[in-house]
């Protein structure tokens, strides 16, 4: 069951009861693979769902990693290599990943695809798409008002330089847009995994391992999702 939809749930009479007794997690992203990506589920998933189109195609393909046939991982520099830069901007969901991929059918790129048309092409429509999709999730709690009033406190708090931001840097900013009740806005852009917390280690909730919980953080700075960074920075 989507996370969203179990965020919904929760609150109805059992729920709570019935989640915890038959729930079991399904992790589609495991820092053990890091380093051997194409173990990892959400890999895994794309690379079956990119032979099937390549072979409905008749295009050549890396039958043991169809993904680099799709990708081309030569064009990324830097420390993560360009599934990972990817999966960054993800919530680690294969939805997202389908998400990011959804026009490419009606783009003329040439493949395997560039860094280049990753970064300047499908990432400023993906994070288009999925800010349209968090603001359908928001929806359950607040209204089109309310929801783009917390988007423009959260943009003020990305600024210009786009750095951690403290706590109550957020809740200033919520407090000028109208929005009082911080402490459950916070705490929902939280758990969606829109803000994180960062001490120089970098704490999102949709990235908890196994046996792991991790916690608002009012003490602390928090940073951005890197999906609202690029939205921000690609709409001004």
Known sequence: MRTDIKKHLIYSADMPKIFSSYETG??????????????LLLRQFIN????????????????????????????FY???????????????????LILFF??????????PISSSDVNNILMDRYARDMVTDIK???????????IERIFNALRECYGTYRKPFKH??????LQSYGLDNTVKI?????????????DGNVGFKY???PGQIVELNTEGSFILHYVIQTYFKKNR
């Open 26 to 39: 399904l992790r589609w992203y495991e820092e053990f693979y890091r380093y051997d990506e194409t173990k």
């Open 48 to 75: 079956k769902r990119i032979s099937v189109n390549f072979q409905e195609k008749g295009l050549d393909i890396n039958n043991n990693d169809p993904w680099t046939s799709f990708v081309d991982e030569k064009s």
């Open 78 to 96: 830097g420390e993560k290599t360009g599934f990972k830069h990817i999966i960054d901007h993800t919530f680690f969901r294969p939805r997202d």
């Open 102 to 111: 959804k026009d490419i059918g009606n783009l003329d790129l040439r493949l």
């Open 136 to 146: 359908g999730e928001l929806s359950v709690n607040y209204d089109a008002d309310e």
């Open 168 to 173: 109550s840097t957020l809740v200033s900013e």
């Open 186 to 198: 916070i705490s929902d852009l939280f758990d969606y995994s829109l803000i994180g917390n960062y």
């Open 207 to 209: 990235r908890e391992t």
